[in-house]
């Protein structure tokens, strides 16, 4: 399916196929429903992705997160790999302690790190070039309307419910048909407890768990 197809769906969902002055600001609602998302406590497994790119530069404590950094993955494991490749898992402190134990330490390998305003801090300040391997939660950008395929995991991973809660917010904020945007409210939060359950069992897969629908 095209990004185009996606927004088509969305018009029909919405009852206003083929409204191009609708269809124009659905850009806009996209972008505002999915930084409403990813900001819930909720992050579907979907949304997961390792660290590339990340690497420390000697005799400076702090290392910029990825643009699209959300939060870690739950249980995340931080690694500090050297040029050589060796890896070292290092574990969460305070950022202020960091600080406060850096002062007049001699770099080295970094043994803990915190995350605090955008950024990785390090303790020890690094002596040299570790990349910075670990899983997080990352950000995504709303589909254009255009002919490529589609790629936002949202819609690829959980289109049914990306679609009527699409169609929910422009009911309600352009369209003003307030008895249709309950209704697909209502629809929303049907299928936002199914993706939070099947999400549940896909971080149980080893276990007796069956999903209630």
């Known amino acids: 399916m095209t990004n185009a197809q996606l927004y088509d769906l969305i018009l029909v969902k919405a009852r206003r196929a083929g409204d191009s002055a609708l269809r124009a600001v659905i850009a806009a609602e996209l972008r505002g429903m999915l930084n409403s998302l990813e900001r819930s406590p909720f992050h579907p497994w979907f949304l997961e992705t390792i660290s ?11 290392v910029v997160l990825p643009s699209n950094y959300l939060l870690l993955v739950e249980d995340a494991k931080v690694y500090a790999i050297s040029e050589a490749g060796v890896r ?9 302690d960091i600080e ?3 002062n007049g330490l ?9 995350i605090f305003a955008n950024k990785f801090y390090f303790g020890p300040t690094p002596d040299g070039i570790y990349t910075i391997r670990f899983k997080y939660y990352a950000a995504t950008t709303p589909p254009p309307d255009d002919a490529e ?17 699409s169609a929910q917010r ?22 936002r407890v199914e993706l939070h ?17």
């Open 106 to 114: 001699d770099p080295g390998v970094p043994s803990v790190y915190d």
């Open 149 to 165: 395929q589609i790629s936002n995991p949202w819609a690829l991973d959980a289109e049914d419910f990306f679609v009527v809660l």
């Open 100 to 102: 406060e134990a850096n």
């Open 197 to 213: 359950k099947y999400n549940e069992a896909r971080k149980h897969v080893d276990m007796d768990y069956e999903v209630d629908r």
């Open 52 to 62: 590339s790119g990340v690497v420390t530069v000697a005799d400076e404590e702090t």
């Open 88 to 96: 070292t898992k290092i574990t969460r402190s305070y950022h202020e």
């Open 170 to 191: 422009l009911v309600q904020n352009y369209i003003k048909d307030y008895n249709l945007a309950g209704a697909l409210a209502a629809e929303a939060s049907g299928k």
